[in-house]
């Protein structure tokens, strides 16, 4: 079965920078783009950035471009998101999603951005 795990999560000053890992199985990774999404306390999910399956293709969120780094280990399979510069904005639940035939979360890593 799919399964999606988030690490690397945690408390950062702002103006501080965290990398996301989100390892996954269960499916051929390198056939598949990649997502991560976030949800802010109060606040609906909304995606971050998009990765291609071959890792060619990113696009990001304007609230997090030129910021935020999505890339992606085919041979790991594993996506992660390098997040630089972060402010108490980005404070959030961060999810990596793969679409499947259906639609798989992983169970998200907590960040928090304060002083």
């Known amino acids: 079965q799919v399964q999606l795990v988030e690490s690397g999560g945690g408390l950062v000053q702002p103006g501080g920078s965290l990398r996301l890992s989100c390892a996954a199985s269960g499916f051929t990774f390198s056939w598949y783009a990649m997502t991560w999404y976030r949800q802010a306390p109060g606040k609906e999910r909304e995606l971050v950035a998009t990765i291609s399956n071959t890792g060619g293709v990113t696009s990001y969120a304007d609230a997090v471009k030129g910021r935020f780094t999505i890339s992606r280990d085919n041979t790991k399979s594993t996506v992660y998101l390098q997040m630089n510069t972060l402010n108490t904005e980005d404070t959030a639940m961060y999810y990596c999603?793969?679409?499947?035939?259906?639609?798989?979360w992983g169970q998200g890593t907590r960040v928090t951005v304060s002083s």
């Open positions: 999603n793969a679409h499947v035939r259906q639609s798989y």
